[in-house]
């Protein structure tokens, strides 16, 4: 039942659908994923996390796949 209003239990899914799209509107809008943080603070928070969150083994292969076909620079700021 709730699931019919829009409740939804896979919050981890959700998520990154969510990054998966703010990357890709960026992405179709300037060819490219080159931010820093003060023209593009949005996008370059969902990097930031994204990175992160695959360094720390946390991203599914699905989300790294997709992911990659956006061109994303796996290292962060400082090259790592």
Known sequence: RLEA????????R?????QLKVLTDYYNE?????VDYE???EV?????F???KKRKGELSEEAIRAFDKL???WRDK???
Not at 5 to 12: L, M
Not at 30 to 34: A, I, T, Y
Not at 44 to 48: E, H, I, N
Request: proline share 0%.
């Open 30 to 34: 300037h060819g490219n994923l080159d």
């Open 78 to 80: 400082k090259g790592q």
């Open 5 to 12: 209003i829009g409740i939804s239990w896979d919050t981890y």
């Open 71 to 73: 061109g994303i620079d």
């Open 39 to 41: 023209t593009e603070s």
């Open 14 to 18: 959700d998520l990154y659908k969510k």
């Open 50 to 52: 994204v990175r992160r």
């Open 44 to 48: 370059y928070r969902v990097l930031y």
